[in-house]
Each structure stands twice: as structure tokens, then as C-alpha cells.
């Protein structure tokens, strides 16, 4: 029997399309199915979604306004603060914004959605909560489950009454299954099964991610100081996957969805302009989708005056079309030793071998995703962005950011899609073990 279910997300920043791309083949129709903006949504729910989605995005980019900013968007975080996570407790009780979701949803919202793809018994797996609050209010007869973005989350994931809810949730992290049931969730509903990273970056037999993770840790250990420490390991997970190949130390910055954080960029360019102009090392500017990321990068490429420099070893990673993007991004990805992005959903891409500087978490969320990649080892938190190449290369010349590689390489999940089809289509088992690089592959 085909295994195929629908594969529904959220146009709202990256994340939650981000984790529905991987996963795209298992739809009936080979694209993941986006529910603000589908052929025939109706009217007041087109509405309703975009009101969400701009006030969103507005927020997002009012944190890096000076002064003014901070306060804007803390008065619009506390209202989906994640709370402590010490001591633990009870914390079932719903929240004003899940009455308010259920509120719209038991008056319509999503019904039609929820209508068309109940025309095809298959499974639903969503990236988003709203959908899946949906599922259960409009009668969907599948199963339902929810693949969680970030390694901990509000009460707003969880549905009104967790206790009877028939959601089941597909977990990134430990942090998550346990915050889970703090919300109520049974147990049973919950799997353990690592964020749905793209299966590209990572092969058959996990070949691709080997030969990429070698060619990473000989640019990010020039002086061969981790190797010198920890060669044993390095030999144990990469084998003979080390080869003459020569790149360039390949640094990416990423900005979020809503196009936050795009100011980093101008000063990295001018940080790094001489080794730039050297071509002693490149540089990825990933402007998503977002035309106006796009033209500012251009711009802030010309008042650098590295104008000579595009295209070469200087590059924006733009298109106007998200899967055309999510694309790139990948293949981006695989020539990349160092991500530089706030701590998103991107904090699980640590798990392909990426040491991530971190630049300054946008809400509760993205404060818990820090906490929880410096936990890991995988990330650091950016210096100041003017002084790059001081700072940076000082990391490298150390192995601290080698260090960082491996500690992602071996800690993180690298097998979300896998865990995720044997969950879904293989009787609700969760997987036997963890997936993590506890022993060699």
C-alpha cells in the first residue's frame, strides 16, 4: 500500500514550511498543501489568516528597532511566553489564546479546509497547531498529528482539553516531550522523533552528510587543533571520508521570515570586507523569498563596495518562490562551514554537522532554542558583528568551531523523516531507539 498523507502547514515566517518541506513526497499531490493561502479558501478565513501573519511579521521586525522596539515586541511575547520550565507542574490549563483559537474554529474557520481534504482518507500532518485544533473541531477522520518546530513550546501548541484530544505530536527534542505532558498530553500521543531535516543533506547510508562533515571540520581546523585532541573520535564517525578537496571556508547568515535581523548582514560585509576581497573566504547572504531582503542585501553589497566580489565568493540566496528556495538553501547548506542565523527552527540543522552562531533570539522561543544549542555544544553567541574577522577567526584557529561541528554531528537527530513515515505509517510505534551518533554509522 502507498504510503501517502496530506502534509499541511502555515505561510508564516520559515519554520513551519521549513519542517513540512522535507517531508513533501508523502503527499498524494508531491507538494505540501499551505493552509492561509489555498485554491478557494474562503474569504473571511483568507482574512483571518493574513491578520495573523502580518501582525506576526510586523512584531518580529519591530525587535531590532532600537528602544522602542524591545518594548513593542515584549508586549506581544508575553502574550505566547513559554513558562519556566522549573518546577515542574501542572500546566493543562488552556491559555486566553487558545480559547480565542478555538473561539474562530467553532465558528468556521478551517471548516472548509478540513472539508476538502477529508474527500481522501489519508493521514494529516501538520506543522502548525491551528490546523490541527481544526482536524478535531471539523470531524477530520484520520489520524492527526503535529510535527513540534522548536525545542520547547507554549500552550498554544496543545489543544483545549489535551486529556481527550486525539492529537498526536511528533517531538524534535526530549525538552518537548516532557513540556508536552506538562500540558496534559497523553503520553501515548507523544513520539520522540527528531525535526524533519531535509534527507538530501544527509543520503543513503548517510554518505553525503560524511563527505560534506570531512570537507567542514579540514576548513574549520586549519591548525589542526580538535583533530589533535579528539583524532580518535574524527576517525570513529568520519572514517577515511577526508579527501584532498579544496574549498573556500564558506560562511552563510540566514535572516527569519519577516526579514528581522537583515542589518547583521551590513555589518558582516564590511567586517569581513577584506578577506572577502581577498577571497580568503565566502560568503552567503540567504534572503529567503523576501524581495525587499533581497534588494537590501544588494544594496548593502554596493556601499561595501564588493560589487566585483558578487557572484564569486560573494552570494544572496533569493527566491521568490519557497520551495525554489528551501532548494537552494539546501545545496547551500552542503557547501557551508559555519551558519550564522537567530535561533529558530535552524538550531536542529546543528545536527548536519553546522556550528551555528547565534545571533539574538526574536521571542521565548527562540531564547529556549539557545539555551538548549548551548547546551549541546552546537552553537555560540555572535560577538560584535563589526569585528568578524577578529573574533571569527580566532574560533577557528582554536578548533572551537570544529568542536561545535562534531558536538551537533553527534548530539543532534538526524533521522526526523525516517521516525516520522514509521510513527504515521507503521502502526503509531514510536521508534525502538535514539538517533543520535551514540555509536558509529
Given amino acids: 500500500m502507498e504510503q501517502k498523507a496530506w502534509i499541511v502547514t502555515v505561510d508564516m515566517g520559515y519554520g513551519h514550511q521549513r519542517a513540512a518541506f522535507p517531508l ?19 474569504r473571511g478565513d483568507f482574512r483571518t489568516w493574513n491578520s495573523g501573519r502580518k501582525t506576526y511579521e510586523f512584531f518580529s521586525r519591530t525587535s531590532s528597532w532600537p528602544i ?32 480565542q483559537t478555538y473561539s474562530l474554529i467553532r465558528r468556521g474557520f478551517g471548516r472548509d479546509l478540513i472539508n476538502q481534504i477529508n474527500q481522501k482518507d ?61 500540558y496534559g498530553v497523553k503520553e501515548q500521543n507523544i513520539f520522540l522523533t527528531g525535526f524533519p531535516l531535509p534527507e538530501e543533506n544527509i543520503g543513503a547510508e548517510f554518505k553525503t552528510l560524511k563527505h560534506d562533515m570531512a570537507a567542514r571540520i579540514s576548513n574549520l581546523d586549519p591548525k589542526h587543533h580538535y583533530r589533535n585532541k579528539f583524532g580518535d573520535t574524527v576517525q570513529k564517525f568520519l572514517g577515511n571520508h577526508f579527501t584532498d578537496e579544496k574549498r573556500p571556508l564558506t560562511l552563510t547568515f540566514a535572516v527569519g521570515g519577516a526579514g528581522a ?13 577584506d578577506k572577502i576581497l581577498n577571497e580568503q573566504i565566502s560568503l552567503n547572504l540567504v534572503a529567503g523569498s523576501r524581495s525587499d531582503v533581497f534588494s537590501y542585501f544588494k544594496q548593502a553589497i554596493i556601499r561595501a563596495r564588493l560589487v566585483k566580489n558578487f557572484g564569486r565568493n560573494l552570494n544572496v540566496i533569493f527566491s521568490p518562490h519557497k520551495e525554489d528556495y528551501f532548494k537552494s538553501y539546501c545545496d547551500t547548506l552542503r557547501k557551508t562551514d559555519i551558519l550564522w542565523t537567530k ?11 553546522l556550528p551555528i552562531i547565534i545571533a539574538p533570539p526574536v521571542g521565548s522561543q527562540e531564547e529556549f532554542n539557545r539555551t538548549w544549542l548551548k547546551t549541546i555544544g552546537a ?19 582554536s578548533g572551537w568551531l570544529a568542536e561545535a561541528a562534531m558536538a551537533g554531528f ?5 533521522f526526523g523523516v525516517r521516525n516520522i513515515r514509521d510513527v504515521v505509517f507503521g502502526g503509531n510505534t514510536a521508534p525502538d531507539k535514539d538517533d543520535n551518533l551514540l555509536q558509529p554509522f
Avoid at 261 to 273: D, P
Avoid at 410 to 414: F, P, T, V
Fill in 122 to 182: 489519508l493521514p494529516l500532518i501538520t506543522t502548525f497547531f491551528t490546523t490541527a485544533f481544526m482536524a478535531e473541531e471539523h470531524k477530520f477522520r484520520n489520524e492527526i498529528y503535529t510535527v513540534i518546530c522548536d525545542s520547547d513550546i507554549n500552550r498554544a501548541w496543545v489543544a483545549l482539553d489535551p486529556a481527550k484530544s486525539r492529537i498526536k505530536y511528533l517531538a524534535p527534542c526530549r525538552r518537548v516531550v516532557e513540556r508536552l505532558m506538562e
Fill in 24 to 42: 513533501r513526497d508523502l503527499s498524494p499531490t508531491g507538494q505540501v498543501l499551505i493552509a492561509n493561502n489555498y485554491a478557494g479558501i474562503p
Fill in 379 to 397: 552553537g555560540i553567541t555572535q560577538n560584535d558583528p563589526r569585528y568578524t574577522a577578529e573574533w571569527l577567526f580566532d574560533w577557528i584557529d
Fill in 261 to 273: 535581523q537583515r542589518n547583521i548582514a551590513s555589518n558582516i560585509l564590511l567586517g569581513l570586507k
Fill in 68 to 99: 522602542v522596539g524591545e518594548y513593542i515586541f515584549g508586549t506581544f511575547d508575553r502574550i505566547q511566553k513559554i513558562q519556566p520550565f522549573y518546577p515542574r507542574r501542572d500546566l493543562s490549563e488552556p491559555t486566553v489564546q487558545v480559547r
Fill in 410 to 414: 553527534l548530539d543532534g537527530r538526524q
Fill in 343 to 353: 535561533p529558530s527552527e535552524m538550531v536542529f540543522y546543528s545536527a548536519l554537522g
